[in-house]
């Protein structure tokens, strides 16, 4: 059986500009297991083969935006960045509501995922981020 | 570390008509934190620098669509739009199937989510809304 | 405050081929309420001003696909299909692995969701599906 | 009443190239169904005439990637494919976090889905995978 093309070596997979809406990371949580401590996650696959660097805006309902945080995805790498544990230029505040845009130097994919462990069971949500896929040729 | 490119001032996010499908408020819930109480959300970001008026058309299956319900977005804000406590022109009925169409002067990226609580440990689903972005072409 | 346009009496919003792959309605359920027994659905909207003829046709992993089942949308209004509860031409297998394609005569707009209550909490999942909006083109 | 408009024998339903951000398969799980287990799914539909060859190909934080894991959907036919399951060139670590490009010969969909049953009440989420449909053509 051959591969249906020849080797992709460099696809461009992705977009660089996504953006998510419901960004609220819940306050507490129940159960030892860290991994099921509530928390939002931004899950950023960089397919390609160069560096990319990530920076990461945050909305408010009430006050400026903060940011950017800034992460580098190496090339065929993926970083699922647990948003609960960015702190730099400042932490992201527990039971607020805010909205992000991901703004990337190469074409990545983001997905974004809560879990809610307040109740006995956890609960999860997840789904792909909105690809504003036009953005840097608007820019120029 | 430099930026991928100059600063991004005034980027285009989003789109200025979105729907969803599967609206449908739980009609009661369980657990003393308010935040979880069964509700719906429409999680609205505005990364422009212009305010945005968005107006929410709520569709039935038995009835003509209700609205529309106005919220301002200023720019560079987030309103999370929990649909309970639209009353607006009129109240969201529980517990019955509907849809919603959002428009907005401006883009805005648009997050759907339910949280149902009826039971013990709470549901919850989120989905990107869907992006009717040839919405305004279309209409001149 | 004016409305961001002139009236928008005639949106077309969504797409007239849609398709969900996850398919797979969880064979039992616990609790009372019936809202709360597994199913899942195809939730369309069809915010036009004509009816809107809906075929879903069910694919599967052994056999050929079934359908289509026929369901009308009338204009401005919705139908939350449960898939459990359509027979003609046949049932949806409970249990079963399928996935689903919907054609409609009018656009529309399609989520999928399931709600499995197979433990004491219920689970819930929504996505709004993947719209296949060159379609008609495609065949002309 | 007539379908919407000639008979659709070879509709093109998808894309060939498609990608998920968050995958991590919880490392353990409660319940007796073995259907309850903890597990991470690609949903596939191909509802085109021909067979598809389908390479998966995961990306990890910290190696380079693995893969292609080969899986074949014949025409009109449906694979849930289990990662827990995939062993061929290697199994898939538990625990880990990773994302997947999927590389089809024929347009297929794809659905991303968890199935998390750690706590007592299992938790889902689901979301239709990122469409990279230009990936073809930039190759050629």
């Given at each position: 059986m051959s591969a249906p093309d020849a080797p992709a070596r460099r696809p461009r997979v992705g977009?660089?500009?996504?953006?998510?809406?419901?960004?609220?990371?819940?306050?507490?949580?129940?159960?030892?297991?860290?991994?099921?401590a509530s928390h939002e996650s931004l899950c950023l696959l960089n397919?390609?083969?160069d560096d990319a660097r990530v920076e990461i805006r945050l909305y408010f309902a009430d006050r400026p935006p903060a940011g950017p945080y800034v992460v580098v995805?190496?090339?065929?790498r993926v970083r699922h960045v647990t948003l609960n544990d960015l702190d730099d230029p400042e932490p992201v505040p527990r039971g607020t509501d805010y909205s992000a845009v991901v703004l990337a130097s190469a074409p990545?994919?983001?997905?974004?995922?809560?879990?809610?462990?307040?109740?006995?069971?956890?609960a999860l949500f997840s789904t792909i981020a909105h690809p504003v896929d036009t953005f840097r040729e608007e820019l120029r």
């Open positions: 977009a660089t500009c996504w953006a998510i809406g419901d960004g609220w990371i819940p306050p507490y949580g129940t159960g030892e297991d860290p991994t099921l397919a390609g083969p995805v190496p090339g065929e990545v994919v983001v997905q974004h995922t809560r879990l809610d462990s307040r109740q006995a069971a956890n």
